[in-house]
């Protein structure tokens, strides 16, 4: 029996003595004379330290902590199958979300952030300017007039719409049409040929064309009354316009640089039809007809 009293005792003092230096402040507590207490729960199995990483979410296969992916969230840890199916389920759908995103290109540092396009706005852009251009270029484009040449009936500033398509597939030009049109290259027009002029058709390839008592006449018919014209202060002999060739002349006869100054104009150096007058608003609408006024004479077949 005082075998058996001893060692239990000795044991004691072994575990206690060994219990005040595994825990913090044990070896104080031992020396002031009190019991020696373990602050904090001895692991004494691999199954104990998983058990403890499982409650802190640490190091655990399919649950802790993530990688955060761009535009996502921190998918929170869980147990149990159900959870973990879930989990999955909204991993897909987050997946779906987090990688529809623009691409970024590599701008200076110099471009501001506002002027930072990406890739899809670059290109949105690059269309929008080619659509653009192409619809100007073989369709229809603007055009002011700058001048008091085509007055009364169009005035400095007036806004019309050229269309470029009738003339490409439906008819050729035709008397009455006011066209835009680069002048050709003449003594004249050498300094001006590349400008965009704009006037009105008076007679075709084949009419004799002639100024005289203040009006206009063509094929021997007076033609200008319909629009109310001043009187023409000026005289031009009878001239028969060539083949492939149209007279022009400005509405204001007195105050034109026109087909009486330098000529016929080529048909292949319009470049459209005005159609339609857009500004000033009070006057938003087509254009009078010219030709169904006038009284047109057939021109004499004769050769050119």
Known sequence: TTTTTTTRYDCQNWIESSSAFLAPGGGEARRRGGPARVMGPVLSSSSSLESSREKSGIGSSGSGMRR????????????????????NNNNDEDNEDDYYEETPLPWPDAVPEWARLSQ?????????????????????????????????????????????????????????????????????????????????????????????????????????????????QYYMPKYRVPKGDVFVMGDNRNNSFDSHAWGPLPKERIIGRAVAKYWPPTAIGGLPSYAKSANIVTAPNVAL
């Open 68 to 87: 955060r992916r761009r535009g996502g969230h921190v998918p929170q840890a869980s147990t149990g199958g159900t959870n973990n199916n879930n989990n």
């Open 120 to 232: 899809e706005d670059v290109i949105t852009v690059v269309v929008t300017f080619a659509v653009s251009i192409g619809f100007r270029t073989f369709i229809a484009e603007p055009r002011y007039i700058p001048s008091l040449s085509m007055y009364p009936n169009f005035d400095i500033g007036d806004r019309l719409i050229a269309e470029k398509l009738t003339y490409r597939f439906a008819r050729e030009p035709d008397v009455g049409d006011v066209v835009i049109f680069n002048p050709p290259k003449t003594e004249k027009t050498k300094k001006v040929y590349k400008e965009v002029f704009i006037k009105r058709i008076v007679a075709l390839e084949g009419d004799d064309v002639e100024v005289k008592n203040g009006e206009l006449y063509v094929n021997g018919q007076s033609r200008g009354k319909e629009l109310k014209l001043e009187k023409i």
